[in-house]
């Protein structure tokens, strides 16, 4: 039996922070209080519903996972987040269109209670947008200390015992580490000289990491996945993970990939288009911003497939992604893949796949988990990328210089296994024996 590590229990309240509040925080704050109330199953939320075998099949101990190991209870959950637009996240919530008036009801007076503080936002990184609740400062190192002083001013106010950060903010322009992200210092010295390099999802993650708050980041954009936050991170023995959540097209792909893998079968074409019409699809409108989108959602096949092992099935793929605003059809995206594949002797076949899919109701079960899990980690003392965690983002962040795994039956491994090996259990490796 490998060693428990030592998990501080999940005592008082834990803080989510949410810069951005936006179709996907208001979806997911929504969907946690219904549950509270008992309005709604968490649909889509390992971390509520999921179980977990322990030991071997004989055994027949198969506990919920939040049974299993020490995860805070909904219970204790708070909300608070940053946002130019929305004032609160019921308005949020009716502005994105994603839930029905009949269960924002219930909610509505908890939801309005939900303000959003004035963010750090600078349309150079999200053209579509006109910011109207923004923070104003000198340098971009005031900006910072006007985050962290929010940061502390919603910890005492709230009185809460722990707080994690999720960006749920709109997705940023494309960008590439520049020197001011290589060390803190070179990071800071950016922050009081406003260095353009910087963008805002970058102070929050500053402010978050510098308070010794978890942080996932849920957009492609740069933020976490910098050598500077690396250091921070470190230095302050704080569990980051990112990025990107996985929901959609993408995660059908990582679904259905590893299927043709396992039997052997060739892909020589992946055609995937989107149309949606929500404030998201209205950024992802702007090339700079659709670039770091279609960057993340490119990466996945790759790794999946292993064309530099499996040459002749997988070594010469065409691999398109599109994303198309198309206002009518609000949050309830439709997604068409069409994917042609080949089989013995090199036959061809095709299959087309037209997801109607409802981004948000897929991603807020992911804030929620991402927020419960980080918050474990950092109750077991990790610091630094979480790679069990994987298994919710599109471009997962791998440590130590190896490729991020994509397969979503991996991921899902992974994540059980780390968890059991944490409370002391051993891994389920499926072997015959066991
Ligand atoms: N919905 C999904 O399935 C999904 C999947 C993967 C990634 N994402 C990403 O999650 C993010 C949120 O998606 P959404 O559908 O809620 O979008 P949204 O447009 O409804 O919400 C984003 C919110 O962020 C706010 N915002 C923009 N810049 C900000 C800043 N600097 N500080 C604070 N708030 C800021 C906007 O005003 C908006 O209210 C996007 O980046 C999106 O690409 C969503």
């Given at each position: 039996?490998?060693?428990?590590?030592?998990?501080?229990?999940?005592?008082?309240?834990?803080?989510?922070l949410t810069p951005g509040m936006g179709a996907v925080a208001s979806t997911a704050y929504a969907g946690v209080l219904a549950a509270r109330q008992g309005l709604a199953e968490p649909i889509g939320s390992l971390s509520q519903m999921a179980h977990m075998r322990l030991?071997?099949?004989?055994?027949?101990?198969?506990?919920?996972?939040?049974?299993?190991?020490?995860?805070?209870?909904?219970?204790?959950?708070?909300?608070?987040?940053?946002?130019?637009?929305?004032?609160?996240?019921?308005?949020?919530?009716?502005?994105?269109?994603?839930?029905?008036?009949?269960?924002?009801?219930?909610?509505?007076?908890?939801?309005?209670?939900?303000?959003?503080?004035?963010?750090?936002?600078?349309?150079?990184?999200?053209?579509?947008?006109?910011?109207?609740?923004?923070?104003?400062?000198?340098?971009?190192?005031?900006?910072?200390?006007?985050?962290?002083?929010?940061?502390?001013?919603?910890?005492?106010?709230?009185?809460?015992?722990?707080?994690?950060?999720?960006?749920?903010?709109?997705?940023?322009?494309?960008?590439?580490?520049?020197?001011?992200?290589?060390?803190?210092?070179?990071?800071?010295?950016?922050?009081?000289?406003?260095?353009?390099?910087?963008?805002?999802?970058?102070?929050?993650?500053?402010?978050?990491?510098?308070?010794?708050?978890?942080?996932?980041?849920?957009?492609?954009?740069?933020?976490?996945?910098?050598?500077?936050?690396?250091?921070?991170?470190?230095?302050?023995?704080?569990?980051?993970?990112?990025?990107?959540?996985?929901?959609?097209?993408?995660?059908?792909?990582?679904?259905?990939?590893?299927?043709?893998?396992?039997?052997?079968?060739?892909?020589?074409?992946?055609?995937?288009?989107?149309?949606?019409?929500?404030?998201?699809?209205?950024?992802?409108?702007?090339?700079?911003?659709?670039?770091?989108?279609?960057?993340?959602?490119?990466?996945?096949?790759?790794?999946?497939?292993?064309?530099?092992?499996?040459?002749?099935?997988?070594?010469?793929?065409?691999?398109?992604?599109?994303?198309?605003?198309?206002?009518?059809?609000?949050?309830?995206?439709?997604?068409?893949?069409?994917?042609?594949?080949?089989?013995?002797?090199?036959?061809?076949?095709?299959?087309?796949?037209?997801?109607?899919?409802?981004?948000?109701?897929?991603?807020?079960?992911?804030?929620?988990?991402?927020?419960?899990?980080?918050?474990?980690?950092?109750?077991?003392?990790?610091?630094?990328?979480?790679?069990?965690?994987?298994f919710y983002w599109k471009s997962p962040q791998p440590a130590g210089g190896v490729p991020p795994e994509h397969d979503i039956f991996i991921q899902q491994t992974k994540l059980k296994n780390t968890l059991r090996q944490w409370i002391g259990e051993e891994p389920v490796?499926?072997?015959?024996?066991?």
């Open positions: 039996m490998p060693e428990p590590l030592q998990i501080a229990p999940a005592t008082g309240r834990l803080g989510i030991g071997r099949r004989e055994e027949g101990r198969n506990p919920l996972i939040r049974d299993a190991v020490p995860l805070a209870s909904l219970d204790d959950i708070v909300f608070g987040g940053w946002d130019p637009i929305s004032p609160n996240a019921l308005e949020a919530a009716r502005t994105s269109g994603v839930l029905d008036e009949r269960d924002l009801g219930p909610l509505s007076g908890e939801l309005e209670g939900i303000v959003a503080m004035p963010a750090v936002f600078d349309q150079r990184w999200v053209s579509k947008l006109d910011g109207v609740r923004v923070k104003t400062g000198e340098t971009k190192w005031d900006l910072a200390q006007q985050v962290l002083a929010d940061i502390e001013n919603f910890r005492v106010e709230n009185n809460c015992d722990r707080l994690v950060m999720v960006w749920c903010g709109s997705t940023e322009a494309y960008q590439e580490p520049t020197p001011v992200h290589d060390t803190v210092e070179s990071f800071e010295a950016g922050l009081k000289a406003n260095d353009p390099n910087i963008s805002p999802s970058q102070i929050y993650a500053y402010a978050s990491l510098a308070s010794g708050v978890p942080y996932a980041n849920g957009a492609p954009n740069l933020s976490i996945d910098l050598p500077c936050m690396d250091e921070l991170a470190a230095r302050n023995g704080v569990p980051v993970t990112g990025k990107d959540f996985k929901t959609g097209q993408t995660l059908m792909k990582t679904i259905l990939a590893p299927g043709f893998k396992a039997r052997m079968l060739g892909v020589r074409g992946w055609y995937s288009t989107n149309i949606l019409g929500n404030r998201d699809g209205e950024v992802l409108d702007d090339p700079e911003n659709f670039k770091t989108k279609e960057v993340s959602k490119l990466g996945v096949l790759d790794t999946i497939f292993q064309p530099e092992v499996y040459g002749e099935l997988y070594g010469n793929i065409d691999h398109v992604v599109r994303i198309n605003y198309y206002p009518p059809r609000g949050d309830n995206k439709e997604g068409w893949d069409n994917i042609d594949i080949f089989g013995w002797m090199g036959y061809p076949m095709q299959i087309k796949v037209n997801f109607l899919c409802r981004d948000s109701i897929l991603a807020a079960p992911i804030v929620l988990d991402l927020a419960l899990f980080l918050d474990l980690a950092s109750r077991a003392g990790q610091s630094g990328v979480q790679e069990w965690l994987s490796t499926h072997a015959e024996d066991e």
